[in-house]
């Protein structure tokens, strides 16, 4: 914490200032301090928050876009509940946007609603968004710093995170601030001064300006100081610094020429010493400042997540462990053993036997460690190896539960209903209300029944999201089995990246509805757009009840179609059109357009499918057979007469034919015997003649693949059938056999393990040797005249 004075005295501990004040009042002296954090860290914002309360400020500035200021009254709403971030974006481009993410143990939330408690004016103070977000690709950032990591150095800690946690986290003092900030007056001493760059700023992409101690991203867990040095470039104050601390200088001025008396400056530790001191003239400053690129851009609050405060997420300005500062923050009374119950208690909710015994003596673990440590309090260290010795047994894999639900967390903050944002953003927060839908971070199953409208809702809903690009819900399968349509299990889980993602949709209309319309009919409209991509389109378009492009994309697939002159693409198409009539019915939607097309689809399948079946090499008949098998499926779950039909009548033509592939005309003989279009002698006749002399044994083999595909149970009930199989097979010679076999091992390896064995045991059964004649057939005395002694005894007794 370093006190300024205007008066031109001497400095008081962390420098002075000589700062006129507004009314040329000498004796009217303004106060200044600075109060160097760290980002996100618990003992930091309980160090502040009491430092704010001595001191009682008029004013306050905090490191953050200064162009969010209107933003700040909404700190005060009932609903702001953190973790929350600040989202600034160009309307123009969405895509390019960045994040300022707070939470309830962030230094600056406190300063923040300290301001609101005491109706002390807040400011942020760093260089704006709009000027953050104009920076190009190749003018962002440079190379990364660690201060914290060289002070852990120095301290002879081989990890920067376990030494801030020793040092701060666990001893909150107010007095703290001084001696932080002249550690890093002295790192910045030595620190040489990049030379002047294009770097104009951070990487706009980023969730946060890439820094810890302001200007160092953190070390992962267990990283020591040589996974620090090949990471981090050595200490430089940059060109970017440079330019925010400037920034920073200039907002101080203004407030304090706006009359401010007691004036506290919230920032990052490695910027406190260039704020610290007599201000000087501003004239460096403005220069400093002059010329940079400026964009338009929008803010608005978003909820966050503790993961994406972790960083292991990517964030540069992330701490190893959110929901442990959370909790080091929120519980002040016996943290360590309340800890220790949660703890507790998430093993207890995996199924893992945990006691008290084992609470117990987990915490006198953790504060033995503490105690040879000369720790005041145990710290994360301690705790995760109390954990890991008593509650684990050194399990890392139960570990592991705990550092991510607990350590890290999943925690999903909360904003008012009021804060700015596109009407698309808008529209879904009335939709997720109405629904009774709960915004989650942790992954939920919901089942929905179709049958009732508000789950219908819900299904438009989350396939609406799906289609505009934001994965809120993932279509999975449910623990209730269901074979109709009336029933979609859904896996929730909502990430704040999505909330870029509206953002991006809003270009695409103000609703949910208008805008997944107005997206799937220029997908559709595409000149590259394949009739199976329309017939998904269509299908998602229905599952979405978007009516207002249903007729679009109805003509456009129908024009599609009929340029369309590769089957291959209308057996593709047709399962998808046949799912969306089927979804049609159970939603009460009209579907005699889209059956006219399904129409109009097989028509030109059955008249090109003959044609296209010839002259195929192994791959390609293969392919063909998979969508002959998904369209035999499709139209027999249609159930239109004239279509199945036209079908079969289509299945015959081929299966009649000697210059098809053996797996299509095998599969073709198959399907026209499930249907009863051929009889069993019919398809033993078949059989037979694919297994003659004439044809090649690779021939064969292709044929019985195709016929079987995967029914490994019609061998165990058609006896005939696998004696006829089996006697093909063994009149191979060695060599026909050897070429033979890969392809009958994928015949046979696609059945279940139940089916190989009930196959082996008609074999057994059955019998395949050749009958002896009955002329030859041996006799033995000694078994007939066990048998006449059995039978005698049995007549005997019974006599």
Same mark, same amino acid.
């Given at each position: ?56 400020? #008029? ?57 609101? #408690? ?229 093993? +207890? ?143 929730? +889980? ?71 002159? #590769? ?85 015959? +033509? ?22 009863? +279009? ?101 006799? #033995? ?19």
């Amino acid at each position: 914490m370093s006190e300024q004075t205007d008066d031109g005295a001497n400095p008081l501990p962390g420098g002075t200032a000589t700062v006129p004040g507004p009314d040329g009042d000498a004796g009217a002296t303004p106060v200044t301090r600075v109060f160097g954090i760290r980002h996100h860290g618990p003992g930091s914002a309980r160090s502040l928050r009491l430092a704010l309360e001595e001191f009682g400020p #008029d004013a306050i500035l905090i490191e953050g876009p200064a162009d969010a200021d209107p933003l700040v009254g909404f700190v005060a709403a009932d609903t702001m509940t953190p973790p929350v971030a600040l989202l600034a974006y160009v309307p123009d481009s969405p895509a390019r946007a960045a994040f300022w993410p707070f939470a309830v143990f962030s230094p600056e939330w406190q300063a923040m609603r300290y301001g609101v #408690d005491h109706a002390v004016p807040v400011r942020f103070c760093d260089l704006p968004a709009s000027q953050v977000l104009a920076a190009d690709d190749a003018d962002r950032g440079g190379d990364r710093t660690d201060p914290l990591g060289t002070l852990a150095a120095a301290a002879g800690y081989d990890d920067a995170e376990r030494w801030w946690d020793a040092v701060v986290e666990s001893v909150p003092d107010s007095t703290a601030f001084d001696a932080i900030t002249e550690a890093m007056a002295a790192l910045r001493e030595d620190a040489p001064v990049s030379p002047e760059t294009d770097a104009t700023d951070a990487d706009p992409s980023a969730v946060e300006p890439p820094e810890t101690l302001d200007g160092a991203p953190g070390a992962s867990p267990g990283e020591g100081s040589a996974t620090a040095a090949r990471e981090f470039a050595p200490l430089v104050v940059d060109q970017h610094t440079l330019r925010r601390e400037a920034h920073m200088r200039q907002t101080m001025r203004q407030v304090l020429k706006g009359g401010a008396r007691r004036l506290a400056v919230v920032c990052g530790a490695w910027h406190a010493p260039a704020l610290t001191g007599p201000l000087g003239p501003a004239a460096p400053d403005t220069r400093l400042l002059k010329g940079l690129p400026k964009t338009k851009a929008a803010l608005t609050w978003v909820p966050w997540t503790h993961s994406r405060l972790a960083a292991g997420s990517g964030y540069g300005a992330g701490v190893t462990s959110p929901g442990w500062y959370h909790h080091l923050f929120s519980e002040t009374e016996r943290p360590v053993a309340r800890w220790l119950t949660k703890v507790a208690g998430v093993l +207890r909710a995996h199924d893992l036997p945990v006691s008290s015994a084992h609470i117990i003596e987990s915490v006198r673990l953790a504060d033995t460690l503490a105690a040879l440590r000369g720790r005041p309090l145990a710290g994360l260290s301690e705790v995760t190896e109390a954990v890991r010795s008593v509650m684990c047994g050194g399990d890392e894999t139960m570990l592991r539960l705990v550092v991510d639900e607990l350590v890290v967390g999943e925690t999903l903050g909360g904003v008012p209903e009021d804060t700015p944002t596109v009407p698309l953003a808008a529209d879904l927060r009335a939709r997720i209300k109405t629904l009774r839908l709960k915004q989650e971070p942790l992954a939920r199953t919901v089942d929905l029944d179709l049958r009732k409208e508000r789950e219908v809702q819900r299904s438009h809903l989350l396939h609406r999201l799906r289609l505009l690009g934001i994965d809120w819900g993932t279509p999975t399968v449910g623990e209730t089995r269901n074979t109709g349509t009336f029933r979609e299990t859904w896996s929730l +889980r909502w990430e704040p990246e999505f909330e870029v993602r509206i953002v991006e949709a809003a270009v695409w209309g103000t609703t949910l509805r208008t805008a997944s319309e107005a997206k799937i009919l220029d997908t559709a409209s595409r000149d590259d757009v394949t009739v199976a991509a329309l017939a998904d389109a269509l299908e998602l378009a229905l599952l979405a009840d978007l009516g207002g492009a249903t007729e679009g994309l109805i003509t456009r697939l129908e024009a599609a179609a009929a340029l369309d002159h #590769d089957v291959t693409h209308l057996l593709t198409a047709l399962p998808g059109l046949t799912r969306t009539l089927r979804y049609g019915d159970v939603r009460g939607t009209d579907t005699k357009a889209l059956a006219h097309v399904a129409d109009g689809l097989l028509v030109r399948i059955c008249a090109g499918l003959p044609g296209a079946v010839t002259g195929l090499d192994t791959d390609a008949a293969e392919a063909l057979r998979a969508q002959i098998d998904a369209a035999h499926t499709a139209i027999g779950t249609r159930d239109n007469e004239h279509a199945t039909a036209e079908w079969l009548a289509t299945l015959q +033509r081929i299966a009649d034919r000697d210059d098809v592939h053996g797996a299509i005309a095998g599969r073709a003989v198959r399907l026209l015997c499930d249907a009863e +279009r051929i009889d069993d002698a019919d398809s033993a006749r078949r059989l037979a003649a694919a297994l003659s002399v004439g044809n090649t044994p690779a021939a064969k083999a292709a044929w019985i693949d195709g016929f079987l595909g995967g029914r490994g149970l019609l061998l165990v009930h058609d006896r005939e059938l696998l004696r006829r199989i089996d006697e093909w097979l063994r009149g191979l010679a060695e060599d026909q056999f050897v070429a033979t076999l890969p392809l009958l091992r994928r015949t046979f390896g696609s059945f279940e393990s139940g089916e190989r064995r009930a196959i082996g045991q008609a074999l057994r059964d059955t019998g395949t040797t050749t009958p002896v004649a009955s002329g030859t057939t041996a006799v #033995d005395p000694a078994r007939g005249q066990r048998a006449l002694l059995a039978a005698t005894t049995i007549l005997g007794a019974a006599g």
